[in-house]
Every structure is written in C-alpha cells, then in structure tokens.
C-alpha cells in the first residue's frame, strides 16, 4: 500500500510539473493598455489559430498562452475598443522558434498599437 501511495504521489509529481514546464514553454500573446480606454476584445488570427482577449481595463493587461502554430504565415490583430471604434493590423508568423515566443501588443495613449515578437 505504502508502495503504491508513493507511485501516485510520484505521477501526480511528473504531471504538474509537465504542466509547468509547458505553460511556460508556450507562445503567448500579451496585450497591455497605456491609454485611457477600455478594450473590449484583442483578436489575434494566426496562421492555424484563433485567441481573443479582453475585456481590459485602461492600464491594465491580458496575456494568454496559444499552441504553437502547425505552419507558418501571418497574423492579423484586432482590437474593439469600449466605445466600439477598431483598430488593426498584422504581420509575418515564423514556424520556427516558436517556443517561448510572445507576441507583446502595446496600446498606447494615442490610440496606436506597437507590436513586438521576442522569440
């Protein structure tokens, strides 16, 4: 019995530190909001994936993990602000060296939105 008490500790172990390691390992996407507006939703459409986030207070930020893409591309985002006006954009997705990869959007004061891929 103590035998078995250990094994299932053991895997239990393994598990959550497999699940650990591959949150941190995956590509996220972050959004911060630097202006005075609330976002209602951020869509990021990646080559063979969807994610969404929102709502995000002024000031404040989402961040939300992704599976790595199954092939390469682009991306396009979109952001619906509280007041319902848009904005959008894009650019090129890599498969490789997707581990690890955060697509950061920065929505700045005036409105306009900064991208940056470490990774």
Do not use: C
């Not at 053991?10 to 996407?29: D, H, K, Q, S």
């Not at 954009?89 to 005036?110: E, S």
């Amino acid at each position: 019995m103590k035998k078995l008490l250990i094994a299932l500790v053991g895997v239990l172990v393994v598990v959550a530190a497999a699940v650990v390691l591959g949150r941190a390992m995956a590509p996220t996407v972050e959004v911060r909001n630097h202006s005075d507006r609330s976002i209602r939703d951020f869509v990021v459409e990646l080559p063979t994936s969807r994610v969404s986030i929102g709502p995000i207070a002024p000031g404040g930020a989402g961040r939300v993990f992704f599976t790595p893409q199954a092939e390469g591309g682009s991306y396009r985002y979109r952001v619906t602000f509280g007041d319902g006006e848009t904005a959008s954009g894009g650019a090129d997705y890599a498969k490789d060296g997707q581990w690890f990869r955060t697509l950061r959007f920065t929505v700045r004061a005036d409105g306009s939105i900064d991208r940056e891929s470490d990774g």
